[in-house]
């Protein structure tokens, strides 16, 4: 059979995204899904993104992880199928999508999108890192010299470690350069390695250094591989609301696959 796909990056983060609105696709074989996001035998891609009709909504995504399996929220990804949903002229700027988290708002002007992420009502503070899920979950630990870290060894660790042995977890690492600036680099599971960025990665960095007195800044700015990105939110007692990732979310190209 053959597919009609687009390939979409946000900072270096991408994704092939299917039109599933006529449910064409087979979201059941794993093995496709991994195949058509291996980056030598396929298209090559962090992830596989359907996007589907919605009752509710403007649309629904749905997301997979680069191993075939269908995953938590995907921060990136879910910028980037705004910008896939205004090029199919579903959207006009603005919109409102389910997500295997519930709805998310979102904005788009000139590539450049600002997505709502679910409220955080738990920070998990530890001696040596902060917990938190972002619509993923995410460890986040502070380092220096982060250039020259290594990321999928140390990240491969502690994503299969306890007390993530069952459910895993995406690893951040993060060093800081001024008061709301900081660099990431994340390893995600599901990827098993580092990617270039992670949406719900930098959304739990901002929240973890802000919770953890490292800023006091509520627009928070990070550097990742692929780019920059945005986190602002404001903060209702212990919990954090009103959260908003932004960030450029680009088309790369658009192809056939035979599968």
């Known amino acids: 059979m053959t597919h009609t796909f ?3 990056q946000g900072t270096g983060n991408d994704f092939v995204f299917i039109d599933n609105r006529l449910e064409i696709f087979n979201k059941n074989n794993t093995k496709l899904i991994a195949h058509l996001c291996d980056r030598r035998f396929g298209i090559g891609a962090d992830g596989l993104i ?8 403007d649309f629904k995504m749905v997301y997979f992880n680069a191993d075939g399996n ?8 879910g910028r980037c199928i705004v910008a896939f949903a205004e090029m199919l002229n579903i959207i006009n700027k603005k919109t409102i999508f389910n997500a295997i988290d519930g709805l998310h708002k979102a904005t788009i002007e000139n590539g450049f999108v600002k997505l709502k992420m679910k409220d955080v009502e738990v920070v998990e503070v530890c001696q040596n890192h902060i917990f938190l899920n972002t619509g993923s979950p995410h460890h986040v630990t502070l380092v220096e010299n982060i250039k020259d870290f290594d990321v999928k060894t140390e990240g ?6 306890a007390p993530y042995i069952n459910e895993g977890v995406n690893v951040n690492f993060v060093e800081q350069i001024n008061n709301n600036v900081f660099t990431v680099r994340t390893y995600e599971r599901g990827v098993e390695d580092e990617t270039l960025s ?12 802000h919770k953890t007195g490292k ?6 700015n990070l550097n990742v591989q692929g780019g920059e990105l945005k986190v602002s939110f404001n903060t209702t007692g212990s ?9 450029p979310a680009t088309l790369v190209f658009k192809g056939e696959i035979e599968c």
């Open 6 to 8: 687009f390939k979409y």
């Open 50 to 57: 359907l996007l589907e009709n919605d009752v509710e909504t």
């Open 70 to 77: 269908q995953s938590t929220m995907c921060g990136n990804g």
């Open 156 to 161: 491969s660790k502690i994503r299969y470690g």
């Open 198 to 209: 992670c949406g719900t990665g930098v959304t739990a960095v901002a929240l973890a250094m």
């Open 215 to 220: 800023t006091n800044a509520e627009i928070v």
């Open 239 to 247: 919990a954090y609301k009103n959260i908003w990732l932004q960030g």
